[in-house]
């Protein structure tokens, strides 16, 4: 889902408070601005290199989180919305929407190595499975996922979807997991034999987009945008629970050491959640970030939390082609926001200097 930022103009910071004995409060303790102009989506990183790859305008912005330094980026990627670093091959793959394509890129030097065409229109959310070692493109405008065979560096197969899909999962084991956003429903599919397998109801969920997976305890997390987080067993697909959530959520991410659940909001909080003994989400946490930051990364070693957002004008007056117009993001106010438990102190816009 393209992010232009300013899709929540006044919508109340409305969660649970903290519990007084609860999981540990985050906080900003970075903002770094980035600067630069346009539209911004998923952001996703490289865990060994500690590399941060940003979706910004037409090109993915590379961050280094050890010194917050940027480190260079991939350019001409139109319509750019997801990235899939797979450090074990030292590529990574790009969506690019408005090219309809998948950009191939080396990890190390982040030069472009060829452009693989989709089988689907706007590629959008992309991750790499692991088992079958095949990255999965899921294309928004033709409700289905082209399927890339890293081996061979080719596409070799299409999966059709019954819907829109939005952010996806991979178990590790063989089994990819996506949310179809009009339906409010989870595909599960096969990722050796390219075929759904199972579809499950999202009960009370509507247009769910951020996914999360707790793979070792067999839960998914999706985050649904009438401010909601709903739970399943990744074995049957059956509610373990649900919670309540921020508003204008995007991604959803999960720290398997700490057992919370996060899911990033427009309205301007990170919503943090703790599990029961059942895995089922408990609110832990609304921890106060800025309006339009609704897509992160999660650094599960190191417990931080990054975030994206913008400053934003006032917005352009209505009309029959917009009748609900969006602010624009103020050009070279693109910046990171860096969430930590526990911080020692909050700087801004010093990047030499490590959290």
Not at 179 to 203: C, H, M, S, T, Y
Request: aromatic share 6%; proline share 8%; hydrophobic share 40%.
């Amino acid at each position: 889902m393209r992010v232009w930022g300013a899709v929540l103009c006044a919508l109340p910071l409305a969660l649970p408070a903290l519990p007084a004995a609860a999981a540990p409060a985050y906080t900003v303790v970075r903002t770094v601005t980035l600067g630069g102009e346009g539209g911004w989506d998923y952001l996703s990183l490289a865990p060994k290199s500690g590399r941060l790859f940003i979706a910004h305008g037409t090109q993915v912005e590379v961050i280094d989180t050890r010194t917050l330094q940027p480190v260079g980026s991939v350019a001409d990627t139109p319509g750019v919305h997801g990235i899939a670093p797979v450090e074990e091959l030292g590529r990574g793959y790009i969506s690019a929407g408005r090219a309809d394509a998948i950009v191939e890129f080396d990890l190390a030097s982040l030069k472009r190595l060829k452009e693989i065409k989709s089988t689907g229109k706007n590629p959008d959310a992309i991750i790499y499975d692991p088992a079958a070692r095949r990255v999965w493109a899921f294309n928004g405008h033709s409700n289905n996922a082209t399927v890339i065979d890293t081996d061979k560096d080719e596409v070799t197969g299409t999966v059709a979807l019954s819907g829109k899909p939005e952010f996806a999962a991979s178990d590790g084991q063989g089994r990819v997991y996506v949310n179809i956003e009009d339906q409010g429903k989870i595909a599960v599919l096969d990722a050796r034999e390219l075929r759904v397998i199972a579809e499950w109801p999202l009960p009370g969920c509507e247009e769910p987009s951020g996914l999360a997976i707790n793979a070792a305890g067999g839960q998914l997390f999706s985050a649904c945008s009438n401010r909601t987080l709903v739970a399943l067993d990744t074995h049957d697909g059956h509610v373990l629970g649900t919670a309540p959530i921020g508003a204008g959520v995007d991604a959803a991410a999960y720290d398997p050491q700490a057992r919370l659940i996060f899911a990033s909001c427009g309205e301007g909080v990170l919503s943090v959640l703790s599990q029961d003994a059942s895995g089922a989400p408990r609110p832990a946490q609304a921890a106060v970030t800025a309006r339009g930051a609704r897509t992160m990364a999660l650094d599960a070693l190191r417990h931080r939390v990054y975030l994206v957002t913008a400053d934003f004008g006032p917005a352009p007056a209505a009309s029959a082609e917009q009748p609900h117009p969006r602010p624009a993001p103020v050009a070279g106010s693109f910046k990171l926001l860096v969430l930590a438990p526990h911080p020692e102190q909050t700087t801004q816009d010093n990047p030499g200097k490590k959290p």
